[in-house]
């Protein structure tokens, strides 16, 4: 089974600028979640989708905003990009947003905003 | 609000040696926990998990931990050490049903192997 993919793997942004990540979930997991990985604040939750739906943000601004389609797949999107946006940015996906679930976590995409 | 720390930012070891990662919660009720190891320029991988029941549980690569609900610890471990488990490692805490899949992590401590 294909484990979860995440494009582009690299991104390169200037300031001001607007991204947009994609997350396949593995197949027939229908639970997504987002993380944001930076040397100094560490692993942050951004949100978690499950059937479409946005069930839980993460203390990040409204930049960040994020969606899940019919198939499960997700994008999450940061608009205005500031120079503090450059991390990983992980996808992890999992059977249903419940705590027995294990959630399995793609290799993420590298985002530089210069 | 529920917290994790891992208080050993660095550890070397020599590989065939003990290994021990220590990782303090703080949550108001029992929390789900788990362990993910992330290798440079990767995702993060579970190593182990626990729910509830044997406060013991094993994981993959020879890992394992131990759930102590006094101490707040949650503290992994493994007998002997290779040269391939040089890695980031993080200690997570879940909630409720409530918060769905949502996880706090620890800062991680990074594991390095000494030949």
């Known amino acids: 089974k294909a484990g979860v993919t995440q494009t582009p793997r690299y991104l390169i942004k200037t300031r001001g600028q607007q991204v947009t990540l994609s997350c396949s979930p593995i197949s027939g997991h229908r639970s997504v979640s987002w993380y944001q990985q930076t040397p100094g604040q560490g692993l942050q939750f951004l949100f978690e989708y499950f059937s479409e739906t946005q069930r839980n943000k993460g203390n990040f601004p409204g930049r960040f905003s994020g969606r899940q389609f019919s198939n499960s797949r997700s994008e999450m999107n940061v608009s205005t990009l500031e120079l503090g946006d450059s991390a990983l940015y992980l996808c992890a996906s999992s059977l249903a947003p419940d705590r027995e679930y294990e959630q399995y976590f793609g290799p993420g995409t590298r985002l530089t905003v210069t | 609000a529920q917290s994790v720390t891992q208080p050993d930012i660095h550890i070397t070891v020599s590989e065939g040696a003990s290994l021990e990662l220590r990782c303090n919660y703080s949550?108001?009720?029992?929390?789900?926990l788990f362990w993910y190891v992330q290798s440079p320029g990767q995702g993060l991988q579970l190593l182990l998990k626990?729910?509830?029941?044997?406060?013991l549980v094993q994981g993959i690569k020879g890992f394992e931990a131990e759930f102590k609900r006094s101490q707040s610890s949650f503290n992994l471990r493994k007998p002997s050490v290779h040269w391939s488990d040089a890695a980031e490692y993080f200690c997570a805490v879940g909630r409720g049903k409530a918060a769905g899949n949502k996880l706090t992590f620890g800062g991680g401590t990074r594991v390095l192997v000494k030949p």
């Open positions: 949550y108001g009720a029992t929390p789900y």
């Open positions: 626990y729910f509830s029941g044997d406060t």
